[in-house]
């Protein structure tokens, strides 16, 4: 019932549009038909190029999607946008290099059976320092946050990401840092086959492969494991998951440390394709990884996975392909466009569930 | 706390406007006048000694003035309405682009003098009269913040920060790739505009001689550029003291105490939060103006995160929601960050024969900041009594800042 006095109030502001279902299923489908004819019409215009660029994108996506799960593991559980996750994988890539060519002397020169084991031992580690550092941080910074106002915990992650990327700074340098002291490459980087004159690096399909096997335990870890399965309870309702018995606190704890585990894992898998990293490079990567799990659906974890791929692909298509595009100049904000629009017209992503806001 | 003064009966006598104005007039004159003296207590110290480096010079309060009116602008989104912006630097740069278009050579076939002060008849381009684009920068950058928060602000409030986050991100990439907009030089790229048009009174001077015709005409130019900053931290002031106290003002603090039950007493969200978002960006883009002015130029590069970070800092360490504890927390943090830190580093280095460079640690000080005080002291150094008492008491529905819909 509105009223004339209340129509003659109601300002410009209110009077916008709110989205009503079929425009946005329209503007949905319009852009990613828009998507699918830059995509197709770039294949058509160097199949070779198309390829080499799919590729590059695939394992950039993989890197993504280690990062991305643990922001998605993290708020699917406590609801907090954990900023410093993608510092965590920084100084994942920090403790990569000194463990591996700092301690070990690797640099590329080894024989494999030598390589395996010590990358191996690198990998541990990184995910081990991870892990442990994302607890504490969970214990000193958002645990006594956590029956504060929700932006409380946000902002105070915020900081912890500036604070993380200091710490990094004050300990391996501000500078560039290189993998190994001469810059070489510890995973065999020969050309497995070249497509449209652009190798394809062994090490390329040594990230890929070690992403699989990492992403299938974890969705065992989550679905058929008892601590998965406390994870799951918390995250749906943390005071009657209390009542039945779970240990919320170690749970959460948990949580944190396996996002932790994976953005080291990511760390390692990220200077060993990159060889260099710097201290700065985990909070732009974090965002990505973020707008990655957004896209897929933020909770959903073979949503992450997709999404993380997804924004692989389009960041390598946008670097890599020559028909109708932006270029590198515009990665970053077509990044940050895609996390806008996802937010606002579909915020449950591409696979989570319509979440009803909470009051 | 007069009484112990013995003062106590005359003081209480007074009425209570003229005792609650007694202090900021106080410090107010002496803001006034620091140019003056800034010279006087250095060479008490010793010019040239370390300890000399640790007071402010009259560049850097003019960079804390900047950084003030910054800091209360988005203290009216965060603080008052209770809305997370970690992309306020997005504002910052529409106001300085705004004074680098029209006040630049930048689109120098066009030819367009508008009542431009110091500016010679034969320089090309548009030059509109500055203090004209003070205005226009304010009234840009709200609009922008408009058109930035109609689609975000029904977002949940994490959901909100985050999407301000990417606005704060796109912004300055897209203007430093604006040298090639579809094939235009809008922003001139990564080389940045300038040299912008100084501040000037123009022929005003002949009236009154204490007024420059321009700036740059004068010997202590910057002098002139901190009053002007001063004038507009207070002109800030009070807009952010009235609008508090306003219909809108309480409307604002009613959506961050409780959402549901302001909507439910019929205060409409959408509007009320636009306007806090475009309240915010008002002060942003005016900040980012004469900030642009000041310097003379204008690059992507000073359009960082980090300044949405570093403002952000100087709101929680005020305290949220006080236009005192904020002022002061504005001109701490840039104090620090343009010279305090280096000062100080000096000085420890000096005591302690150490060679630290503190000053690339500034934002992981940053960092610290907000994490101690959001962890200790989450209302703030100055808190406001009632945001205080919210933090305190709690609030209903257990979610103070939540921007759920």
Known sequence: MTTRAQAARRPMLAALPRFSQQVNRVLTWLILALFVVWVVGNFLHSPEQFVSVLLLGITLGAIYALVAL?????????????????????????????????????????????????????????????????????????????????????????????????????????????LTPNGSSILPANTLFKVGGVPYQAKSLIVVLTTIPVLLLLRYLVQSTKSGKAMRAVAQDMDASRMMG?????????????????????????????????????????????????????????GAALGALLIGLIQAFNEGFSWHTPGSDWTQSITFAILILVLVFRPQGLLGEAVTDRA | MMDRLGLGDAWSRLPAPVRRGVLPAVVFALLIFYPSYYSDITSAIGSNSTEAQLIPTVPTMVIMTVYVIMALGLNVVVGYAGLLDLGYVAFYAVGAYVAGWFATQQFSPHDVHLLSVGVPSTVQGIHVN???????????????????????????????????????????????????????????????????????????HNQISFFPAAYYNVTNAVSYYYWTGLALVVFTLFCCVR??????????????????????????????????????????????????????????????????????????????????????????????????????????????????????????????????????????????????AELELGVEGGSLYDASA
């Open chain 1, 70 to 178: 643990g922001y998605t593991l993290v708020y699917g559980i406590i609801e907090l946008i954990n900023f410093a996750n993608g510092d965590v994988f920084m100084l994942g890539t920090m403790v990569t290099i000194t463990v591996s060519s700092g301690w070990l002397g690797l640099n590329g020169s080894q024989a494999w059976y030598e390589t395996v084991p010590f990358v191996l031992l690198a990998l541990v580690a990184a995910m081990a320092v991870c892990a442990a550092l994302n607890v504490s941080i969970e214990r000193i910074a958002y645990r006594p946050l956590r029956n504060a106002p929700k932006l409380a915990p946000l902002i105070t992650a915020i900081g912890m990401s500036f604070l993380l990327q200091n710490i990094g700074a004050a300990i391996w340098g501000f500078n560039e840092r290189p």
């Open chain 2, 243 to 388: 609008i508090r106290d306003s219909r809108l003002g309480r409307a604002w603090i009613a959506i961050r105490e409780d959402e549901i039950a302001a909507a439910a007493m019929g205060v409409p969200l959408m509007r009320t939060k636009t306007w806090a978002y475009a309240i915010g960006a008002f002060f942003g883009g005016g900040a980012g103006c004469f900030y642009a002015i000041y310097k003379s130029s204008t690059f992507p590069g000073d359009f960082s995160l980090n300044i949405s970070i570093t403002v952000l800092c100087m709101v929680i360490l005020g305290g949220m929601g006080n236009v005192w504890g904020v002022c002061m927390g504005g001109a701490v943090l840039s104090y620090l960050n343009y010279q305090g830190l280096e000062a100080v580093g000096n000085n420890f280095n000096n005591v302690a024969g150490t060679s630290f460079n503190v000053p690339q640690y500034t934002y992981g000080i940053f960092g610290l900041i907000i994490v101690v005080m959001m962890l200790l002291r989450p209302e703030g150094l100055i808190p406001g009594r009632r945001r205080r």
């Open chain 1, 246 to 302: 779970i240990d919320v606190d170690r749970t959460i704890a948990f949580t944190f440390a396996l996002g932790g585990a994976l953005a080291g894992a990511a760390g390692t898998l990220f200077v060993m394709f990159q060889t260099s990293t710097r201290f700065d490079l985990g909070f732009q990567l974090g965002l990505f990884a973020f707008t990655a799990a957004v896209l897929g659906g933020i909770g959903n974890l073979t």
């Open chain 2, 130 to 204: 500055v203090w004209f684009l003070l205005i226009v920068a304010c009234i840009f950058a709200a609009m922008f913040g408009i058109v930035i928060g109609l689609p975000t602000l029904r977002l949940r409030g994490d959901y909100l920060a985050i999407v301000t986050l990417g606005f704060g991100e796109i912004v300055p990439q897209a203007v430093n790739n604006g040298d090639n907009w579809f094939g235009h030089n809008i922003t001139n790229g990564p080389n940045g505009l300038t040299p912008i048009d100084a501040l000037g009174f123009g022929s005003l």
